[in-house]
Structures are given as C-alpha cells and as structure tokens.
C-alpha cells in the first residue's frame, strides 16, 4: 500500500529508532517536503541530513526498492533531483541511480502497524461518517480550522466552476451569473438539467426582448424542450407561447434541449421544472441590472430584496400547462433565497473576487455564509448526530465538502479527522 507510505512519510511517523539508509547512512529529516499529486517525485523540496550532510531535493516513495527501475525513473530526468528514495521494503533489487548514474541513497521505512490497523478498519465499514466514533473527542480547534479549510476549499472549487462557465461563453461573467443561477434554480434534482438549459439561451439576443415576459416565457420554455404540447396542446396559453416561440427560434436560430433531461419524480409540484422556469423568466424580466447591484448589496437583507421572483399570472393557476391548480403567489420562499446566497450569490462574489482581486468581495462572500444559519439536510443531521456543532451556512457547506470529496471518495488518508483517526492508538 504505496499510499500508506505516504502518509507515514508525510506526517512523520517514524520508528523511534535511527533511521538509517540501506548501506547504514543515518538520515534526519528536517522537512518532507511538499506532496506532489501530479507527474514527477512524490515530494518536492524536501530537507533532511543524510551522513552528516545537508540535503534539499525531492523525495520518491515506492513499495519495493526495484519499482524504481520498473516504473522508469532511472532514465527519466524529472527524477534526477530526487536526494532521498524511501521505500517499505528493500529487497534484492539493484542500487538506485538517476540518469547520470549518480546513485541515490534509498531509506526503508515500515508503516506503524496501528497506522495500517485502523486505516483498513475505516475501508472495511460501510458507516458514514467512517471516523464517527472519534468525532466527540475531537478538540473544538481542531474541528473549527478543519472546516474553515473545507468551507474555503469548497468556495474555491465554486469558484472555478463559474470561471468555466465564463471561458465557454466569451469571457462574459452575465452568462457566467445566469447559468449559475440557473443551476441553482434546480435545487440538485435539476441542476444539471437547468445548466444545460441555461447555456442554450443567448442572452444578448435575448435582452432585446426582456420587456416582454410572454416572449421571455416563450424563449425560456420553448428552449426547455417543454412547448410540445401532449395533453395540453388545447392549452390557449401554450399556443400563444408556441407562436411566440416558432417566431423567436427562427430569428435567433434556437435549438430546444430534449425535455426528457427534466424530472419530476417525488418532487413537490412548487418545485416542478415549469414553475422554476417561471419564476427564472420574471426575474430575468425584471431584474435588469441584477448582476451589478448583488456586487454592490453588502447584507443578507439586501441580497434578499433583489431576489424577488414571482410568475405571470397563468403559472400562479398551473404547475404545468393544461393542469389548472389552486390560485397560489408563486414567490421564492426565505429558505430557497438562502439557498441561493449560499451556493449562487457567495461564490459568485468570491469568484469575481479572485478575478479581479478584490479581498473585500472575497471576506463579503465569506461572510454571508458565516452570517446564515445552516442547512438542513440529511448530510448535515448524521455530523450533528456524530457530535459535532453545525452552527453557519459556512459549517454546513465545509461538512457537504468533506462528505462528498473525502467520505464518498474514501480519501481518509487527506482528510484532517481521518488523520485524527489513524494515529489512534486504540
């Protein structure tokens, strides 16, 4: 188990013992390095003494002291400044050498048994969180800059998601915004579905029409694929948006994504794909601006009062079209203008942020989430039930990171409660 090495070499769990290379050099490691993920040594500018000598260079981990040669390195320069190669078992393979023939000294070091104990112990279960058993013994520092990180990690990873989004469409952070938004309209059911809906409608064509929401309407649902009538097709309202929409497609050279992308399956019908477009359509036609003056709103409060979505007046009787409902104002909830703080507003000015740096959006974006309280959902109810304290929107976020990027992807090796785990002793 390569990886296990790793971790001991990275974290320093060395034998009490003198270390010593393979031909009785003592080594003393001052720093290991910083690890490498990608192509190349598995360390970077590692510092240690090895025979008395100051040595700083990168480091290169194997299981078995001949994966040197099975893997290439001797004729690989990219390795020649490796100074140390650290192995868990020496065998009978040949001395190890870089390109020039300069021979590098090699250390085994053996992985705690413990280390490997519990570390199998966390892949045998099949609980989630793994680690639950250690989380009510874990000191409150070590928990509060564990999700800091996460929460910023997380922020991070936003962030560049929305670049993405910019780079595909002609470095337009409007697009980048909408399509954003619009996959937060999903509310993780539909997001992708509404990201693939929302890269399809050309917003500087589209602008030109924005003081008429029939034809937003038009253009919203009918690139939703979701203008096909059925059972509806003697729908008067729907074949005023099919008209309007034929005419649009036509001069703008639109192509509907196909509506089978859209689920509704146990989902409330205020959430349905129809009444979120709905609401998108309203907002866009009466939030001109919008992108601009959230830049500028430095509470909640105001954040909030530029979120107002309601619907025309035919989807406050509909969920969908032909299929009347009670009369209802369709405006977005407070809980769903959290949501929309968290994961649109708050990356967005953290993205936009970074772009242009400016720490000031950066700390508002922050701060937003530092502000909210938590939310609720299952991932959030088992940490709490594990002991720990979920009290912001930036706690609850950092846990929904640690879930699905090192729970979910068995990382527990990266994870900061997974090393807490590991070096215990019982």
Not at 171 to 182: R, S, V
Request: hydrophobic share 35%; glycine share 8%.
């Amino acid at each position: 188990m390569e990886y296990l090495l790793h971790y001991t070499w990275k974290h320093r769990l060395f034998p009490l013992k003198e270390l010593l290379t393979t031909d009785g050099q003592p080594v003393e490691v001052i720093d290991p390095g910083l690890h490498n993920t990608d192509a190349g040594p598995d360390f970077f500018n590692a510092k240690m003494k090895i025979g008395g000598t100051l040595w700083v260079g990168n480091v290169e981990i194997h299981t078995r002291q001949r994966d040197w040669y099975a893997h290439g390195h001797q004729g690989d320069r990219a390795y020649d400044n490796v100074v140390l190669h650290v192995v868990e078992e020496a065998g009978d393979g040949p001395p190890v050498t870089d390109t020039a023939g300069r021979s590098i000294p090699t250390l085994v070091l053996p992985v705690p048994q413990r280390v490997r104990e519990n570390y199998n112990e966390l892949m045998r279960t099949e609980d989630y969180p793994r680690c639950h058993s250690i989380i009510p013994s874990l000191p409150r520092l070590t928990v509060h800059s564990y999700l800091s990180a996460l929460h910023t990690e997380r922020l991070t990873l936003k962030a560049r998601r929305i670049g993405q989004y910019r780079q595909r469409h002609e470095l337009d952070w409007e697009n980048a915004f909408f399509i954003t938004l619009a996959r937060n309209f999903g509310f993780g059911v539909n997001g992708e579905a509404f990201e693939e809906w929302a890269s399809r409608i050309p917003l500087r064509a589209v602008n030109k029409h924005r003081d008429d929401l029939t034809q937003i309407e038009a253009i919203f649902f009918g690139q939703a694929g979701l203008l096909q009538g059925g059972e509806a097709a003697d729908d008067e309202y729907l074949r005023r948006l099919q008209r309007e929409y034929a005419f649009l497609a036509n001069k703008f050279g639109l192509e509907p994504m196909d509506p089978v992308r859209w689920r509704f399956l146990r989902m409330r019908p205020t959430n349905f794909p129809h009444v979120r477009l709905a609401q998108l359509a309203h907002l866009y036609h009466t939030g001109e601006g919008l992108l601009s003056r959230l830049l500028e709103a430095e509470t909640e409060e105001a954040v909030n009062k530029l979120l107002v979505a309601g619907t025309s007046e035919y989807w406050r009787i509909h969920y969908t079209f032909g299929n009347p409902s009670a009369r209802r104002v369709r405006q977005l909830s407070r809980a769903t203008k959290q949501l929309l703080v968290i994961n649109t507003v708050s990356p967005f000015l953290y993205a936009y942020g970074q772009h242009r740096g400016d720490e000031a959006l950066c700390q508002r974006a922050v701060g937003f989430l530092e502000n909210l309280k938590a939310e609720e959902n299952r991932i959030i109810r088992i940490w709490r039930e594990c002991g720990l304290e979920v009290g912001t929107a930036a706690d609850s976020q950092a846990l929904i990171q640690l879930k699905r990027e090192y729970c979910d992807m068995k990382k527990c090796l990266h994870c900061r409660f997974g090393y807490e785990y590991l070096k215990r002793k019982e």
